[in-house]
């Protein structure tokens, strides 16, 4: 597989100097760094593309033989070595870049020292939002933009801290390993504890000129506006994780996450149990009696139902997949529409005078060893059916 071009790869032309690259892959291992991205391989992989480019054009011997000859003239044979051109590890980047990690990111970028030890990570910390979401919006998922206030890198310092860049220099109290370690004497011996510097706050570093902007946490109150993805079914109380999505790490660190809260704003006439959807719907005395094709509202739009002959009070119609989908599965729940008949309260002289014609008619006696079956026997045979 051939290799990029180093300069596309830092995105600087071939006439760039020495600060210029210097900065650009300052910029990209910002960008790219592995603690930044947790997980992400891709990234990983450009952050040691990114290191490898510079190795090379940072050097001006390097940067000559390979403008000559391209990738064939830095390759470990004509460099005499070293890792230029062969893929570079991560101990190769921090112990050969210790200076310029310790200049341009204050010595513990994304927690290495120059000496590849591990240093304290700043973190950001996570946020929390509410997202109010209709039951057409679970049903079919959506795509939220939302302005969140928040903490952001500084735009003047890139984060960092340091004014111009190159302003750290090596904590005193820990001499830069971040930690220091008391003895204490007891009737057992002495005891030996280590914890993080008061002075640089276990960062090994100490700004020399803090910005100006965010006072050397390379972090600003600021507003970000962000794209987010929910799934279709989730439900009232989940709460979705955006990784790197919350406020940023101080110096360079990591992002917290964004933990988003669903929330359901309730329907006119529609109710949601789980999966399913309730409806309730009220039909005359004759649509009850002669059966009708009525309209019910769903989540997709209206929906023509049709009702038999002599359906009684209490009756459930089930239309299959017209629920929401189970955020745990592929199935999709139903709809259930609870038939009630209407008893008007108040009848005309003539009204009044068909139902007491009616109510000598032996249909219209009730008959409690109907074969019809009750609501919850009807229950009972809906749910068996899953």
Known sequence: MSKRDYYEIL??????TEAEIKKAYRQKAIKFHPDKNPGDSTAEDKFKEAAEAYEVLSHADKKSRYDRFGHAGVGSAASGGGFSGGGMSMDDIFSNFGDIFGSAFGGDFGGFSSGGQRRRVNKGSNLR??????????ATGIE???????????KTCSGSGAEGGASYSSCSTCRGSGQVTRITNTFLGQMQTSSACPHCGGEGQI???????CAGNGIIKGEDVIKIKLPPGVTEGMQLSVSGKGNAGARSGISGDLIV????????????????IIYDKYISIPEATLGATIEIPTIEGM??????????????????????????SYRKGDQLVN?????????TKEEKAIMEKLANSRNFIPNPSSKDKSFFSRMKEYFEGY
């Not at 995105?11 to 760039?16: F, I, L, N, P, R």
């Not at 809260?261 to 399913?276: F, M």
């Not at 038939?339 to 009848?347: F, G, R």
């Open 303 to 328: 929906a023509r139902v049709k009702i038999s002959p002599g359906t009684q009070a209490g009756r459930i119609l089930r239309l299959k997949g017209k629920g929401l989908p189970d955020i745990n």
């Open 261 to 276: 809260l669903i929330e359901e704003i309730p329907h006119a006439e529609l109710q949601r149990d789980g999966s399913n």
């Open 207 to 213: 700004i020399k000129n803090k910005c100006h902007v």
């Open 129 to 138: 939002v509410k997202v109010k979401l209709t039951l057409e919006e679970v």
């Open 144 to 154: 939220k933009t939302i302005k969140v206030n928040k903490y952001i890198d500084c």
């Open 11 to 16: 995105e600087v032309s071939k006439d760039a």
């Open 339 to 347: 038939i009630n008949v209407w008893t008007p309260k108040e009848l």
